[in-house]
């Protein structure tokens, strides 16, 4: 029985590290800088707008909406 539990354990813990690690490293590759305030933040938890055909992420509500004023300001044009 306690040669069981340990195995289960151990499988257990295998998995939750390989998920950690599959997890971290898509954040990472999803990972944009918001054009406003310069947080990073991931996609998948952004908000988002589309300006001329190109998405901008934004870690806030807020930073979303000045953007949304004043485009040019913030991406250089």
Request: proline fraction near 3%; include cysteine; charged fraction near 25%.
């Amino acid at each position: 029985m306690k040669t069981s539990l340990k195995i289960t354990s151990f499988i257990a813990l295998v998995a939750m590290i390989t998920s950690c690690a599959t997890l971290k490293e898509n954040a990472t590759s999803e990972n944009k800088k918001d054009p406003v305030c310069g947080m990073k933040v991931s996609k998948s938890n952004a908000y988002h707008y589309k300006y001329e055909g190109t998405t901008y992420y934004f870690d806030k509500y807020e930073c979303k909406e000045t953007f949304k004023m004043t485009p040019t300001k913030y991406i250089g044009k």
